[in-house]
């Protein structure tokens, strides 16, 4: 039976780790785990999963760390952070460094499952509607296929590098981009202009595309970090 999806576990607690094993494999998800974070990360980074599961407190490289530098380095895979913690700054740090999920330690098992199917929803939608080449959000409706942008049932006329930066974040809605890497997938390694022109393209889509673009409520800021096309306004 083929797997339902790639499951990476982050985690040090062996009592865990062989619980999880466990019903993640009765659920039918392939499963892969890292007991420390430094090892965590080289997985991550280096192959390929569909949902990371990963432990706040980490030995060698904390989750924090992890989730930061595996958004830096281009990996978009959802990440499910779990903790022990109840502090809110921990949460909130944890989701504006791009984790896409949070549960608090101790949890339900069937819970953590349903989280998980959450988020590969959310990306076989999303992949869905860039493959068939039209992406709804509010009154704004892209045709990636043709190139045309429709809002409020009257055109939209973009640059192509407009395109490119929307097409690119709608692709990885949800994650927080950073300046400097919108500029290199957009733009490319070799390109000359500074992040300042990511600011720039940034305020025309939105006044192009927004219904008031000095409150943002699909392109938005994710203050001292970069972007973030919002998901839940997916449609």
């Not at 890292?34 to 090892?39: F, P, Q, V, W």
């Not at 760390?65 to 944890?94: E, F, N, S, W, Y």
Request: proline share 2%; charged share 30%; net charge negative.
């Amino acid at each position: 039976m083929e797997a339902k999806a790639q499951i990476l576990v982050v985690e040090d607690e062996q009592g865990l780790v062989m619980t999880l094993q466990d019903r993640l494999t009765e659920e039918s998800y392939a499963v892969d785990f890292a007991t420390d974070g430094l090892s965590g990360f080289e997985k991550a980074r280096s192959q390929s999963y569909d949902v990371i599961i990963l432990d706040l407190m980490l030995p060698k490289k904390g989750g924090l760390d992890i989730c930061r530098d595996l958004r830096q380095d281009g990996i978009h895979t959802p990440i499910i952070m779990l903790t022990a913690k109840g502090q809110v700054v921990d949460k909130v740090l944890g989701l504006k460094l791009g984790a896409d999920d949070y549960m608090q330690k101790p949890f339900e098992m069937m819970e953590l499952m349903a989280r998980i199917e959450v988020q590969l929803r959310k990306q076989e939608r999303t992949s869905r509607q860039v493959e068939k080449g039209t992406v709804q959000f509010g009154d704004v409706t892209v045709n990636f296929s043709k190139g045309d942008i429709m809002k409020g049932g009257e055109k939209v006329s973009l640059s192509a590098k407009e395109f490119q930066l929307l097409r690119f974040m709608i692709e990885h809605e949800g994650i927080i981009l950073s300046r400097d890497q919108l500029l290199n997938e957009v733009w490319g390694y070799d390109a000359l202009p500074s992040t300042r022109t990511v600011d720039v393209h940034i305020s025309w889509l939105r006044q192009k595309l927004e219904d008031d673009k000095r409150y943002p409520e699909y392109i938005t800021t994710v203050h001292g970090l970069g972007y973030k096309f919002v998901k839940s306004h997916l449609t």
